[in-house]
């Protein structure tokens, strides 16, 4: 699990609706009020905040890390979602992601 850090940028998991914030967006870290909750900026391209929200970490993943300045891969951005998951679930998508392992080998072509 990567531990969210001041100014990092995350990815909203859920809709806010009273905030106007819908899942998938990205905002920044810009406060930290305990280990678990943070002030998240979210703007728009030409820098504007479009809205602050107070959120806690099981609200966002981690999808940039200000520290080393990199991206978070794919791979442990999928690891924080199922981290987030009750375990019938998580069972889920890992029995789903080996379909697709197996369905993506079936479909290479023989050389």
């Not at 998991?13 to 905002?27: E, F, H, N, T, Y």
């Not at 810009?30 to 900026?41: K, L, N, S």
């Not at 979210?42 to 602050?52: I, K």
Request: aromatic share 8%.
């Amino acid at each position: 699990m990567i531990a969210p850090k001041l100014f990092d940028v995350i990815e909203v998991l859920s809709d806010l609706p009273d905030k106007g914030v819908r899942a998938g967006m990205r905002g920044t870290l810009v406060e930290q009020y305990t280990p678990d909750a943070f002030e998240v900026e979210f703007a728009n391209d030409e820098g504007e905040t479009l809205a602050l929200c107070a959120l806690t970490s099981r609200q966002f993943i981690v999808v940039w890390q200000a520290e080393t300045k990199q991206p978070v891969s794919l791979e442990h951005q999928t690891a924080q979602i199922v981290a987030r998951l009750p375990e019938k679930a998580g069972e889920e998508v890992r029995d789903f992601a080996r379909f697709l392992s197996v369905r993506h080998q079936e479909l290479q072509p023989v050389v």
